[in-house]
């Protein structure tokens, strides 16, 4: 079992929806949460970023993370064309190195 | 603020060559950064940590002699992939910690590399 679960999609949706990616994971470890954005062919780009449990907003953004059940998800409002791309979420322990451990990605397409 | 860049974007070599990518914080100093290597369609594998001043900590798996790091300065941090091969193609990505928030890594644009 891998220590990041996040299905590969793809996630096709129609514009003006809403999206919702999540990941699961088990180690309890982990304090640090973050949600990145990749275009095709490009380094990852830091959406969102949370610390322990709790919601944060940022635009049309919404990060959630639910220590609990061990389980993160990002929300999109609105979603655009330009939201296409693949989301990583990542994670990390409270430690020396802050190791970023990442799920497998999510490919979302968002259809004009 | 927190810009990565890396260069070169892209480079195609030989079998044999060696190659060397560059990683730099623009605008704030990184006494760490991370190497990752992706393949398409799969998400970021990590190399190696680099801390600046000290010998790189590398990746279960990871060869120390096939790709050397260096992290000579706090927004300097150096990838050299030697005696590459085809097996060695991939999209190869470095990441800097933002110093005060080291629970944040913000990553370079990342580099193509194909050998032939």
């Known amino acids: 079992q891998k220590e990041v679960e996040q299905d590969p999609g793809p996630l096709s949706v129609p514009e003006g929806a809403i999206v919702s990616l999540n990941c699961t994971y088990s180690n309890s470890a982990f304090q640090y949460f973050m949600w990145y954005r990749q275009y095709s062919r490009k380094g990852p780009e830091l959406l969102m970023y949370t610390y322990s449990s709790g919601n944060k907003e940022d635009g049309r953004f919404t990060a959630q993370v639910d220590k609990s059940s061990k389980y993160i998800s990002l929300f999109i409002r609105d979603s655009q064309p330009s939201d296409s791309a693949t989301y990583l979420c990542a994670m990390s322990e409270m430690d020396s190195s802050y190791k970023l451990i990442f799920g497998s990605g999510t490919r979302l397409l968002v259809r004009p | 603020g927190a810009v990565v860049s890396q260069h070169p974007s892209r480079v195609i070599c030989k079998s044999g060559t060696s190659v060397k990518i560059e990683c730099r914080s623009l605008d704030f100093q990184a006494t760490t950064m991370f190497w990752y290597r992706q393949f398409p369609k799969q998400s970021l594998m990590l190399m190696a940590t680099?801390?600046?001043?000290?010998?790189?900590?590398?990746e279960q798996g990871v060869e120390k002699d096939k790709f050397l790091i260096n992290h000579a300065s706090l927004t300097l941090s150096t990838l050299t992939v030697t005696s590459a091969h085809p097996e060695d193609s991939s999209f190869y990505i470095c990441?800097?910690?933002?110093?005060?928030?080291?629970?944040?890594?913000?990553f370079g644009p990342g580099t193509r590399l194909l050998v032939l």
């Open positions: 680099s801390n600046e001043g000290s010998k790189a900590t590398y």
């Open positions: 990441s800097a910690q933002l110093a005060g928030a080291e629970e944040t890594q913000y």
